[in-house]
Antibody, heavy 117, light 109 residues
Framework: QVQLQESGPGLVKSSETLSVTCDVSGYPIINGFYWGWIRRPPGKGLEWLGSFYRGDVYYNPYFKSRVSISGDRSKNQVSLTLTAVTAADTATYFC???????????WGRGTLVTVFS | QSSLTQPASVSGSPGQSVTMSCTGVNIDVGFFVSWYRQYPGEAPKLIIYEVHKRPSGVSGRFSGSKSGNTASLTISGLQTEDEADYHCCSYSSKDTYWVFGGGTKLTVL
């Protein structure tokens, strides 16, 4: 059974860097499938930030200049870094896996990150 | 910029059917369309993938379809537990890119 668990700082100061991690259990991230980050700002829809696949990374062009995603094989963990945050980056950040047919089939519970000034 | 347009809200009464749309703007809505149900404070749950397929365990009351550049989700036999936000998503294999719609809030009256 694949399980994902995000962890994050809770609060990040404006203009600084947001970092969240996702612990994956039940499947080695390096063996395949896309693993990615999706966020939901309050009152808005879901936004895809980027995905990791066997060492290759793909980013949403809208965030590409600020986002970085990496995978740690030894910890079976996927990480997200978002630089120069503003209040617009306040959101619940989810990590998820892409299944056959490219839907997001497994999700973590999400971690709320609030940007303050 | 590519986007998917969803109605902000739809509503229906218990037992009725409701359909919500998802229209591509500057993006081809192709084969890899998926839909998610999300309750407040919870993670989204996959309910439809590849336009019309249901994951194991998802009720047959949920069905998906596509016409042109618009995908649709139909929920039949509405139940109070269906009240939630519904998100569509389209994957572009050409660019390895996923885009989500803005979400539709379903109210069961």
């Amino acid at each position: 059974q694949v399980q994902l668990q995000e962890s994050g700082p809770g609060l990040v100061k404006s203009s600084e860097t947001l970092s969240v991690t996702c612990d994956v259990s039940g499947y080695p991230i390096i063996n395949g499938f896309y693993w990615g980050w999706i966020r939901r700002p309050p009152g808005k829809g879901l936004e895809w930030l980027g995905s990791f696949y066997r060492g290759d990374v793909y980013y949403n062009p809208y965030f590409k200049s600020r986002v970085s995603i990496s995978g740690d094989r030894s910890k079976n963990q996927v990480s997200l870094t978002l630089t120069a945050v503003t209040a617009a980056d306040t959101a619940t950040y989810f990590c998820a896996r892409v299944g056959s047919g490219f839907p997001w089939d497994y999700w973590g519970r999400g971690t709320l990150v609030t940007v303050f000034s | 910029q590519s986007s998917l347009t969803q109605p902000a809200s739809v509503s229906g009464s218990p037992g009725q059917s409701v359909t919500m749309s998802c229209t591509g703007v500057n993006i081809d809505v192709g084969f890899f369309v998926s839909w998610y149900r999300q309750y407040p404070g919870e993670a989204p749950k996959l309910i439809i993938y590849e336009v019309h397929k249901r994951p194991s365990g998802v009720s047959g009351r949920f069905s998906g379809s596509k016409s042109g550049n618009t995908a649709s989700l139909t929920i039949s036999g509405l139940q109070t537990e269906d009240e939630a936000d519904y998100h569509c998503c389209s994957y572009s294999s050409k660019d390895t890119y996923w885009v989500f719609g803005g979400g539709t809030k379903l109210t069961v009256l």
